[in-house]
């Protein structure tokens, strides 16, 4: 079994004991959300970092830009507000549908100004030791939001929030949890996962995933962003 196996049965024997407490604790203390209602798996890498001042989150946005900008909570509720109704699909084999809310990358880059030579997007969560890229022209598609909502209801930190990347258009360890730093670069650096043996495309490729919204029933994908499901 390859590093890039290895690694996979892990993370995905991780997903599954996830799978089967996520949403206990929430229920205790009366916090439960959808994503509790619905089990998503819970799975923080670096180690769950508690909890986060919604209120006080700023997410500093650098690199390759004319105006480099720290946008403050309060910021980006004041940016045009987009809802996605698309899919976070984990690499650990599990998906997961709903309106995902917060502002389209290309809206914050409409403020902070990207220079012509950028090509990769670089995105750090809280404590600086998750990171991971995407290419530009992928940060720019329409569903690609630094989000904060999920069916209405605010993300909290057992699912990334108080903002996160959501893209669904690669494998979920490409959507970073609880963002406090996104860098525009004009070359690639592989990110925590990618260092540890994930693709660096982030590609979704054909397979089975657990339908999060059908009672974590196996279904077939195809390739890319999962709309829809194949026949069994």
Not at 98 to 119: A, C, M, N, Q, S
Not at 131 to 153: H, K, N, Q, V, Y
């Amino acid at each position: 079994m390859n590093a890039y196996k290895r690694t996979i049965f892990l993370v995905a024997f991780c997903m599954m004991i996830s799978f089967c407490t996520a949403g206990e604790n929430k229920e205790e203390d009366q916090k439960m959300t959808k994503l509790h209602e619905l089990r998503t798996p819970i799975f923080w890498a670096e180690g769950h970092p508690g909890d986060l001042n919604r209120e006080n989150w700023k997410v500093e946005v650098t690199g390759l830009c004319e105006h480099p900008t720290t946008f403050t909570w309060k910021d980006l509720m004041d940016l045009p507000k987009t809802v996605a109704d698309a899919r976070l699909t984990s690499v650990t084999r599990w998906s997961v549908r709903g309106d995902w809310g917060g502002v389209k990358l290309t809206d914050i880059f409409d403020r902070v100004k990207p220079t012509e030579d950028v090509t990769y997007v670089r995105f750090w969560s809280i404590g600086l030791e998750y990171d991971t890229s995407i290419p530009m022209e992928t940060a720019m598609m329409d569903r690609t939001l630094l989000a904060w909502e999920f069916d209405g209801e605010l993300l909290g930190e057992d699912y990334g929030g108080p903002v996160r990347i959501f893209c669904p258009y690669l494998w979920g360890y490409k959507s970073a949890k609880s963002v406090i730093k996104i860098e525009l670069m004009d070359h690639y650096e592989p990110g925590f996962w990618e260092q540890r043996g994930y693709t660096d495309s982030g590609e979704i490729i054909p397979t089975k995933v657990r339908d999060i919204n059908d009672e974590g029933k196996v279904k077939k994908i195809p390739g890319g962003e999962v709309r829809e499901f194949l026949d069994d």
